[in-house]
């Protein structure tokens, strides 16, 4: 069974950075981590979860939502299993719980559009201060 685990999250000031890591484990032998889109999505205060951005296993595509495009960036490297969201200029409506997703044989725009998922991690909380 997948699991996949956030981390990085923390208190940062408005207009600062961090970075989100998503760390992966639990695969099927040969079927690593480059089978899968993995997402983020986040949970603000009273509001429904929504994604943020996805990419896909193989090819690197990406999907990000109007709101963050620009100021987040998904990257990872299936080498270490692990998933990155890069935040710049965060927001104070960035506040939310971060969750890391996965779900094989899904395109980013699917995953993220449709909310496409399979797995879920517990989420880290990232807070903006002003």
């Known amino acids: 069974q997948l699991q996949v685990v956030e981390s990085g999250g923390g208190l940062v000031q408005v207009g600062g950075s961090l970075r989100l890591s998503c760390t992966a484990s639990?695969?099927?032998?040969?079927?690593?981590?480059?089978?899968?889109?993995v997402g983020w999505f986040r949970q603000a205060p009273g509001k429904e979860r929504e994604a943020v951005s996805c990419?896909?296993?193989?090819?690197?595509?990406?999907h990000y939502v109007d709101s963050v495009r620009g100021r987040f960036t998904i990257s990872r490297d299936n080498t270490k299993n692990t998933i990155y969201l890069q935040i710049s200029n965060v927001k104070p409506e960035d506040t939310a719980v971060y969750y890391c997703a996965a779900r094989p044989f899904t395109t980013a725009q699917s995953m993220c559009t449709m909310n496409l998922v399979d797995h879920w991690g517990q989420g880290t909380q990232v807070t903006v201060s002003p």
């Open positions: 990419i896909h296993g193989t090819d690197g595509s990406t």
């Open positions: 639990g695969f099927t032998p040969g079927f690593g981590l480059n089978y899968y889109t």
